[in-house]
Antibody, heavy 118, light 107 residues
Framework: EVQLVESGGGLVQPGGSLRLSCAAS????????MSWVRQAPGKGLEWVAN????????KYVDSVEGRFTISRDNAKNSLYLQMNSLRAEDTAVYYC???????????WGQGTLVTVSS | DIQMTQSPSTLSASVGDRVTITCRAS??????LAWYQQKPGKAPKLLIY???SLQSGVPSRFSGSGSGTEFTLTISSLQPDDLTTYYC?????????FGQGTRLEIK
């Protein structure tokens, strides 16, 4: 059974940093692109970033480019999102998701809430 | 960026109704379109991929059609469990983008 479990969310001040983690199990992690998708409270879904199987390619939405970094450790079956220079508008539930080679996202974690507020 | 526009934003329907949600892309995405169902407080669930392929385990009352710029999600006979929010998503090119969502509510 595919399982994706996020952790690392919490309350952070504007300008601060946070690192999200996602533990994957139930599939061959190193064979899949992986994604982060977020959802602001009461709002729709926004794709944030994708990373290739070996980490050699990374894609970002413009609003986080230069502030967020997606990475992975295939030996630990783990995905990460380093978030720097956080803004109030980054407040959202962040989902880790599996992205097959030709897409689309087919499995999602339960999400972790990030709140950016003073 | 490719903009995805869903209509309607809210749809009132009765159990047993045939329901159709439309998703339009701002440029051609061929058939690289997915539909997701999201219940309150839960992660989205993949229903349809490549515009018309039913994801494993999804009830056959759900179907998708379309190509290019116009797509539809149809529920042939609405069930109480279907009363929630639906999103389309294009994965033709980066950035991946979602529609704004359609909320199905009871009439």
């Amino acid at each position: 059974e595919v399982q994706l479990v996020e952790s690392g969310g919490g309350l952070v001040q504007p300008g601060g940093s946070l690192r999200l983690s996602c533990a994957a199990s139930g599939f061959i992690f190193s064979s899949y692109w992986m994604s982060w998708v977020r959802q602001a409270p009461g709002k729709g879904l926004e794709w944030v970033a994708n990373i290739k199987q070996d980490g050699s390619e990374k894609k970002y939405v413009d609003s986080v480019e230069g502030r967020f970094t997606i990475s992975r450790d295939n030996a630990k079956n783990s995905l990460y999102l380093q978030m720097n220079s956080l803004r109030a508008e980054d407040t959202a539930v962040y989902y880790c998701a599996r992205y097959p080679v030709s897409g689309p996202i087919d499995y999602w974690g339960q999400g972790t809430l990030v709140t950016v507020s003073s | 960026d490719i903009q995805m526009t869903q209509s309607p934003s809210t749809l009132s329907a009765s159990v047993g109704d045939r329901v159709t949600i439309t998703c339009r892309a701002s440029q051609s995405i061929a058939y690289w379109l997915a539909w997701y169902q999201q219940k309150p407080g839960k992660a989205p669930k993949l229903l349809i991929y490549e515009a018309s392929s039913l994801q494993s385990g999804v009830p056959s009352r759900f179907s998708g059609s379309g190509s290019g710029t116009e797509f539809t999600l149809t529920i042939s006979s609405l069930q109480p469990d279907d009363l929630t929010t639906y999103y389309c998503q294009q994965y033709h090119s980066y950035p991946i983008t979602f529609g704004q969502g359609t909320r199905l509510e009871i009439k």
